[in-house]
């Protein structure tokens, strides 16, 4: 059932590749609350996946878009409001990739090179966005950016590698613009600390299904799911939240706030008892 939170409202969708994607989901649940989209990513990435599917079931534009270069970001955003006729209210970020991690290179024998393109994909393409959209002046007052984070950037997390760093500085950037969108033009800017989620890039991670599970069993609630993602997305986007700016909201069932569980300290005595 929805209630029509974003009606009228106009948003940019960046990162979605397939159903797994929670772009993807974002898309779908905000087209269903009333907003209309542009959707964009990677000329390699659209060939990937099938963000076609998605432009037809929610009526949207798709335009090819590297979010590492200045010039793409500029002509996306150019085009979006050409194909809205005025401003935007919202946009999601959606991106993050680790050569280090899809090549199975320990932190410790990282390559900086790599290294770069990690925080040029993941973090510093927030910046970018952030940055085109303020030079061209691209969203409405009281509009919103979101950009998708983990708790890898306060904590570490075995086999996350150089994604951790990536997140810490997205994050940061949503504070550090946040201020300045804030202060100068009523934009919110936001990351969501989603938990860990089944999604193209997620699965890559050394170990993932393990830390899923370990972290689905700490959490109170149980893991977010890609869905669950999506509808707090929405409330941010929404003229619900038009007050929260600069955070970095929490969405994981409560596990960034565990120590050990009851569950997890009876294990821990029974393995000791297993094995003495």
């Not at 990536?166 to 600390?193: C, D, M, P, Q, W």
């Not at 909201?249 to 569980?261: Q, R, W």
Request: net charge neutral; glycine share 10%.
């Amino acid at each position: 059932m929805t209630k029509g939170l974003l009606n009228g409202k106009k948003g940019i969708v960046f990162g979605a590749l397939n159903d797994k994607s929670i772009a993807w989901q974002v898309a779908l649940k905000a087209h269903n609350e009333g907003a209309s989209l542009v959707l964009t990513n990677t000329p390699v990435a659209l060939r990937l996946g099938t963000l076609g599917e998605l432009a037809e079931q929610t009526g949207s534009k798709i335009i090819s878009a590297d979010a590492t270069s200045m010039e793409e970001l500029g002509i996306l955003f150019k085009e979006s409001m050409d194909h809205f006729g005025g401003k935007i209210d919202f946009v999601l970020h959606s991106i993050g990739m680790s050569p280090n991690v899809r090549k199975g290179i320990p932190y410790p024998d990282i390559s900086y090179e790599n290294m770069l393109k990690t925080l040029d994909i993941s973090a510093l393409s927030f910046h970018r966005i952030l940055q085109t959209a303020w030079k061209t002046d691209a969203i409405n007052e009281w509009g919103s950016v979101v950009a998708l984070s983990y708790v890898a950037a306060q904590r570490t997390l075995a086999g996350y590698n150089d994604m951790g760093d990536a997140k810490a500085l997205l994050e940061s950037i949503a504070r550090s613009f946040g201020y300045i969108y804030g202060k100068h033009r009523k934009v919110r800017v936001n990351t969501i600390s989603q938990s860990p989620t089944p999604t193209t890039a997620g699965s890559g991670i050394s170990g993932f299904e393990t830390l899923t599970d370990f972290s689905d069993r700490m959490s109170p609630l149980g893991n977010a799911t890609a869905e669950e993602c999506a509808d707090y997305c929405i409330v941010l986007f929404s003229d619900m939240t038009r007050k929260v700016t600069m955070q970095n909201l929490f969405h994981d069932g409560g596990f960034s706030s565990m120590g050990m569980s009851r569950r997890a300290i009876e294990q821990y005595t029974k393995s000791f008892d297993e094995c003495p």
